[in-house]
């Protein structure tokens, strides 16, 4: 912002030019506004989907803040965690007085029935050992002997928050659940809704569920954390997945993921110890969501209840009536590699054209995934992934390729201004607007949704920019 401020106009006229974005993209060491966050941060959002448990960053407290805020201006709800503060000394002499210290003092004030301890960058660099020092703040009676500490190393110098999502909750499955014994297999689908800030994703799975009459387990469910009803009195810990189910989590008759990107450490670290294991894309657009619908059918071995049947069909006729709006448009998105598999399942349904794909925390996999979705529908055949690529880079393509909207989270707001297009905000961290977290955008009303904040969208800057004899009623 302030250098773009201070340039001149001929500089600022040159930043949109071609020349320019060949320079921009010529660039290799420098990182400028990734559309990403660290990998603790992801162990946070993960940690509070728990019962009882205290997220704990054996780190500094300015990444703890950092963590929270973000959090907190997202969710626009309180975020308990802890940090047992690590500074200069911790650097030089290590962090293990800290680590103890902290887990003593944590336990006795907040009261927690679990701890689960993640690492920042700094504890990573000098190579704490977490493992040993829980041992030693064991041996020293800092915390009682059978108190369950979850486990994650999560530096931020590679990865990025879905890495150390997947991370803690491997740690946590570790930590809480007793192993999977042939005769105590129970009869509940785990489902691992994956790195997701829409708490009205987490209740939609919830419902759904429900109504196709699966016994489930949502693991983590932070739905009652981070959309916590004010009530007059403050909870510290709302909801969770309840403990008695994390202690029988290696004891699941199945478990569904239902991000590919989001969890696949958890996912093969289940599968190597024979619990059955499906994961399916984040169930967005009627294509997602019939998958989703079809695997929860298949565990349960009922049919689909005339219920779902009916909001399908409702999602359909939503799409039937407002398809003319997005048909044939032109996106730029950026996010997570989950939700951008969504978002363009999405698109290619309503035939919108998907131009800009930018993923910062691209992966091989992802892009190979994404290339053969873009393959499938001659909607696709415009877009360009960006992997690895940031939200420089993204500027320069909205100025010099226009599209006609930006899909994103606030991050893109700058970006969409400079190109003159309309940010319809979708993702992570969303800090300007308030109660996106609230409707789903996945499931069959997340279709309804989607098309809503879309299409309203495009017609406001209709009305917006109509002269006064294109001033319609109808639009
Ligand atoms: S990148 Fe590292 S130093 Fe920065 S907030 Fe994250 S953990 Fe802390």
């Known amino acids: 912002m302030l250098l773009m401020k201070s340039c001149t106009k001929a500089t600022t006229a040159w930043l949109n030019t071609e020349e320019y974005k060949e320079l921009n993209f010529a660039r290799e060491k420098l990182v400028i506004n990734p559309a990403k966050a660290c990998q603790p941060l992801g162990a946070l959002l993960c940690a509070l989907g728990v019962e009882g448990c205290l997220p704990f960053t054996h780190g500094s407290q300015g990444c703890t803040a ?55 960058c700094m504890a990573e660099v000098i190579g704490d050992d977490i493992k040993a020092y829980l041992g030693n703040a064991k041996q020293a009676d800092a915390i009682p002997q059978e108190f369950p500490v979850a ?19 491997k740690g946590l499955i570790e930590c809480l659940a007793t192993p999977r014994q042939a005769d105590k297999i129970n009869d509940r689908l785990y489902v691992v809704p994956g790195f997701d800030t829409y708490t ?17 387990t949502l693991l983590p469910d932070n739905s009652d954390v981070f959309d916590a009803p004010n009530l007059g009195t403050y909870q510290l810990y709302p909801g969770g997945t309840p403990l008695t189910e994390m202690n029988d989590a290696l004891n699941a008759a199945q478990y569904l993921f239902l991000q590919t990107f989001s969890s696949p450490t958890t996912s093969k670290y289940l599968a190597s ?53 997005i048909h044939g448009k032109k996106f730029a998105l950026f996010g997570d590699p989950d939700l951008l598999i969504g978002l363009v399942t999405f698109l290619l349904e309503m035939g919108g054209l998907p131009v800009h794909i930018v993923c910062t925390n691209s992966t091989p996999t992802f892009k190979k995934a994404m290339e053969s979705l873009l393959a499938s529908s001659p909607y696709g055949q415009e877009a360009t992934l960006y992997a690895g690529k940031d939200l420089w880079h993204l500027r320069s393509l909205l100025v010099t390729e226009p599209v006609d909207m930006l899909l994103g989270d606030s991050h893109g707001k700058w970006a969409a201004r400079d190109a003159n ?3 319809v905000r979708i993702g992570f961290p969303i800090t300007d607007r308030v109660n996106i977290h ?3 955008i996945i499931g069959y009303s997340g279709v309804i949704n989607l098309i ?24």
């Open 66 to 120: 950092y963590f929270r805020s973000t959090l907190s201006r997202h969710f626009r709800e309180p975020v308990a965690s802890v940090s047992d503060s690590m500074t200069e000394d911790s650097a030089v002499f290590g962090g293990q007085t800290n680590l103890i210290e902290g887990l003593k003092n944590a336990h006795a004030l907040y009261k927690p029935k679990v701890i689960a301890v993640y690492t920042s």
């Open 151 to 169: 486990l994650a190393n999560t530096p931020s110098f590679k990865g990025s928050h879905i890495t150390g999502y997947d991370t803690m909750l």
């Open 200 to 216: 009205a994703n987490l209740r939609e799975y919830k419902r759904i569920l429900k109504l196709m009459k699966a016994p489930f």
């Open 273 to 325: 110890l024979d619990v059955p294991v499906e994961t399916i894309s984040m169930p967005m657009g009627i294509a997602g969501m019939d998958k989703f619908v079809e695997s929860v059918a298949k565990f349960t071995g009922e049919g689909v209840p005339e219920e779902i049947t009916f909001e399908r069909g409702l999602a359909i006729d939503a799409m039937t009536d407002s398809h003319q709006y």
């Open 421 to 423: 297009i309309p940010l």
């Open 438 to 440: 609230r409707s789903p």
């Open 452 to 475: 809503t904040m879309i299409v309203n969208t495009f017609l406001d800057e209709v009305d917006r920019n109509s002269t006064e004899a294109h001033f319609e009623m109808m639009r």
